[in-house]
T-cell receptor, first 112, second 114 residues
Framework: KQEVTQIPAALSVPEGENLVLNCSFTDSAIYNLQWFRQDPGKGLTSLLLIQSSQREQTSGRLNASLDKSSGRSTLYIAASQPGDSATYLCAVTRYSNYQLIWGAGTKLIIKP | KAGVTQTPRYLIKTRGQQVTLSCSPISGHRSVSWYQQTPGQGLQFLFE???????NKGNFPGRFSGRQFSNSRSEMNVSTLELGDSALYLC?????????????FGPGTRLLVL
């Protein structure tokens, strides 16, 4: 059974710092891995999608890496800003269907 | 393009009632998935519809059902509501015609069962 874990559950850092969010999964047979952002009371916004054959993806100040063999992914946020405050979720897609298995999220607070 | 829309945004029901939620996907997207999000269980997959057919189903009781129409709009129905059904219900659409695999989420419907 695929399980997705995100550490830490919450993180508070001063503005301008670089930070890393972690995601681990128990079954390496994944189709892809996605990072999402959720603002309070809102839906989810897709940030990055990494195919199982890829090692990393970049978008602006965000960089996500994937190591299938170790069952790990990291989301790197450079030069954090207060507007980055949100909950970040990772999700893996099973090969057998397109069902997303979600982590519980990391609540990020960037202090001005 | 307009994003994924969900109606209603907020809903209050009492135990035993039934509820229908609606989701309109991004124009051209033929796949619609539904998720339940609660503080205790996090995000859980309910089901996915593609071209009016249910493709995948999560581990939810039969009280949860859905359907998709020919214009790709989807509805989710929950019968005999229980207190534990209080949650944010999210739908997501994706374009399966090409290589785009990203799911685009709507703002959700927040359901409160009293």
């Amino acid at each position: 059974k695929q399980e997705v874990t995100q550490i830490p559950a919450a993180l508070s850092v001063p503005e301008g710092e670089n930070l890393v969010l972690n995601c681990s999964f128990t079954d390496s047979a994944i189709y892809n891995l996605q990072w999402f952002r959720q603002d309070p009371g809102k839906g989810l916004t897709s940030l990055l999608l990494i195919q199982s054959s890829q090692r990393e993806q970049t978008s602006g100040r965000l960089n996500a890496s994937l190591d299938k063999s170790s069952g790990r992914s990291t989301l790197y946020i450079a030069a954090s800003q207060p507007g980055d405050s949100a909950t970040y979720l990772c999700a893996v897609t099973r090969y057998s269907n397109y069902q997303l298995i979600w982590g519980a999220g990391t609540k990020l607070i960037i202090k001005p | 393009k307009a994003g994924v829309t969900q109606t209603p945004r907020y809903l209050i029901k009492t135990r035993g009632q039934q509820v229908t939620l609606s989701c309109s996907p991004i124009s051209g997207h033929r796949s619609v998935s539904w998720y339940q999000q609660t503080p205790g269980q996090g995000l859980q997959f309910l089901f996915e519809y593609f071209s009016e057919t249910q493709r995948n189903k999560g581990n939810f009781p039969g009280r949860f059902s859905g359907r998709q129409f020919s214009n790709s709009r989807s509805e989710m129905n929950v019968s005999t509501l229980e207190l534990g059904d209080s949650a944010l219900y999210l739908c997501a659409s994706r374009d399966m015609a090409g290589t785009e695999e990203t799911q685009y989420f709507g703002p959700g419907t927040r359901l409160l069962v009293l």
